[in-house]
Structures are given as structure tokens and as C-alpha cells.
């Protein structure tokens, strides 16, 4: 059984820079691809950007397009996502997700898609 433990959150400026990480408890041969969604209170939480763990594609939100990176490592067990020019809308939890979606998937920024989830991260901009 696969778990994710999210860090790299915390309080920033706008217009700065975090580095969020989630690593995975081993690499499973199922987990096609791994996804950055956010939620703030009262919202429905959203995709941000997905890694494809056979080739490294990724795929991203338009509203943090060329501002967010999303990268794995070599194990394809550990996944990052690299904010950058961080802006007050951006404020929220972050988790990691995998499991559940095939590559490309067309539902790889749907929530109920994925059937593993970290518990979170908060990333607060002012």
C-alpha cells in the first residue's frame, strides 16, 4: 500500500518562491502518474500540474502555467513542485496524489481519479 507525506509548504511573500516535495512510500508499477492538486476552504480542490511517471510529460493548470514546475526523481517515488512568482490566489493546501489514472488520462486534474492522497501542505502567500 502506497503512502504520500507531502512537505516544502509554509509562508511566503508574494512574488516568491517555495519548492514543495512528495514522496511516495515505494514505487508502484500502477502509479502512471502523480498530481498536485490545491483546496481552500469552501472550494473544490483542483488540479495543478501532473507528471507522467513513464516519460516525464506533464501537463498544468493554466492559472499556474509558466510560473509552476513539476519534476520527479529518478525513483519516480519522489515528485516536486517548484512555485515560483507566488501570488496571493495561490494560498491554499496542497496535496500529492496517485494511483488510479492511466497515462495521459483525460481525468488527471479530477479528484475523485486518484485513489491515493498525502495530507496536505499549506502554502500561504501575503
Known amino acids: 500500500h502506497v503512502q504520500l507525506v507531502e512537505s516544502g509548504g509554509g509562508s511566503v511573500q508574494a512574488g516568491g518562491s517555495l519548492r514543495l516535495s512528495c514522496e511516495a512510500s515505494k514505487y508502484s508499477y500502477s502509479n502512471n502518474g502523480m498530481a498536485w492538486f490545491r483546496q481552500t476552504p469552501g472550494k473544490e480542490r483542483e488540479g495543478v500540474a501532473v507528471v507522467w511517471t513513464n516519460d516525464g510529460s506533464s501537463h498544468y493548470a493554466d492559472s499556474v502555467k509558466d510560473r509552476f514546475t513539476i519534476s520527479l526523481d529518478q525513483s519516480k517515488t519522489t515528485v516536486y513542485l517548484e512555485m515560483t512568482n507566488l501570488q496571493v490566489e495561490d494560498t491554499a493546501m496542497y496535496f500529492c496524489?496517485?494511483?488510479?489514472?492511466?497515462?495521459?488520462?483525460?481525468?488527471?486534474?479530477?479528484?475523485?481519479?486518484?485513489?491515493?492522497w498525502g495530507q496536505g501542505t499549506q502554502v500561504t502567500v501575503s
Open positions: 496524489a496517485t494511483g488510479g489514472i492511466s497515462y495521459n488520462d483525460y481525468r488527471s486534474f479530477r479528484r475523485r481519479a486518484y485513489t491515493i
